[in-house]
């Protein structure tokens, strides 16, 4: 089953302007990644943030963590062309990793 | 260095026949996954392993079978193919410390018709 629901499902900006999307998942976990994958392509790792962890930054990427509430978030700040991908969280289940659907961003130019 | 290679890239199968992905790494990764991706549903895991000579059942294990013979390579294979099963599926890695990063092949795409 899938743990991680990212929300919106799909998302349309104008370039330079900032992507939110939202991660929710259903029990505890130790960690949640946050992938990119382009059109036709495998998927690739953008930001692991532990538990423990509130916030993390990894150049234009922000990841956000509310263990309290059970959801994530992901900030790409300054959109270029190149970001337009589907994105997808992924939450820790044993030795696998649980996939939600993905948020399809668009960023036009 | 390759990474995570899938063989083959795409490939047209009739109901019933059988054929076997493969999925090759060169970067010495104990565990390693095979997932499917349907339109709107994200990755199922279909199979895993975390180890060479082990295997394990993830969430949609039906109709495929898999094997772990040689630590860099995974193979998933279909015994009779049904509609169903077209997807793409994608192979990955991971170290091996748990839970850390995956690192995904290109993916094979299925048709079965």
């Known amino acids: 089953s899938q743990q991680g629901e990212e929300d919106p499902q799909a998302l349309s900006i104008q370039e330079g302007e900032n992507a939110t999307m939202n991660c929710s998942y259903k029990t505890s976990i130790n960690n949640l990644q946050w992938y990119r994958q382009n059109s036709g392509r495998g998927l690739v790792h953008l930001i692991l943030i532990r538990s423990n962890e509130r916030e993390k930054h990894s150049g234009r990427l922000r990841v956000t963590l509310d263990t309290s509430k059970k959801s994530s978030s992901l900030l790409i700040t300054a959109s270029r062309a190149a970001d337009t991908a589907s994105y997808f969280c992924?939450?820790?289940?044993?030795?696998?990793?649980?996939f939600g659907a993905g948020t399809t961003v668009t960023v036009r130019a | 260095n390759a990474g995570v290679t899938q063989t083959p890239k795409f490939r047209v199968l009739k109901t019933g026949q059988s054929m076997t992905l493969l999925c090759a790494q060169d970067?010495?990764?104990?565990?390693m996954y095979w997932y499917r991706q349907d339109p709107g549903m994200g990755l199922r895991l279909i199979h895993y392993s975390v180890g060479e000579g082990t295997t394990a059942k993830g969430e949609v294990p039906d109709g495929y079978n898999v094997s772990r013979l040689k630590k860099q390579n995974f193979l998933l294979g279909l015994e009779s193919a049904a509609p169903s099963q077209t997807s793409v599926y994608f192979c990955?890695?991971?170290?091996?410390?748990?839970?850390?990063?995956?690192?995904f092949g290109p993916g094979t795409r299925l048709l079965v018709l």
């Open positions: 990955a890695t991971e170290l091996g410390t748990r839970l850390e990063t995956q690192y």
């Open positions: 992924a939450t820790d289940d044993d030795y696998k990793l649980s």
């Open positions: 970067m010495n990764h104990e565990y």
